[in-house]
Every structure is written in C-alpha cells, then in structure tokens.
C-alpha cells in the first residue's frame, strides 16, 4: 500500500470521525437501526445469488478447457 501524504490521512481521520458519528446515531434510533439490519440482509443475499451465479459460469468455464 502506497503511503499516505499528510492532507491524506487528515481526510482520512475526519471522515472516520464522521462514520463513527453516523454508526453511532444510527444505533441509538431503533427503527434506523432495524431498517439497516434489514437492507443488510437483503443486499447480503442479493450478492449471494450474484456469487452463485458467478459460480456456475466459472464451473462451466473450467468444464471446457
């Protein structure tokens, strides 16, 4: 990983700063959070349905050669 220049890592720090604000409010609403957990899963299994696919062209693939 490259190194980072000064005015990099001060944006870096400032923008996990504001990430841990927001995780922090979004954990103290209920509703906020449940609403999260619930698109979690959704894009969770979106991505696994993607990742079975992706597998079965990969298999096929290896069939082939």
Known sequence: MAKLSTM?????????AYTMA???????D????????????????DLN???SAM???ANKSNKKK
């Open 55 to 57: 597998n079965k062209v």
């Open 30 to 45: 209920s509703a906020r959070r449940n609403a999260a957990i619930k698109a979690a899963r959704e894009q969770a299994a």
């Open 49 to 51: 349905k993607r990742a």
């Open 8 to 16: 990099d890592k001060k944006y870096r720090a400032e923008n996990d």
């Open 22 to 28: 927001q995780y922090e409010e979004i954990m103290a």
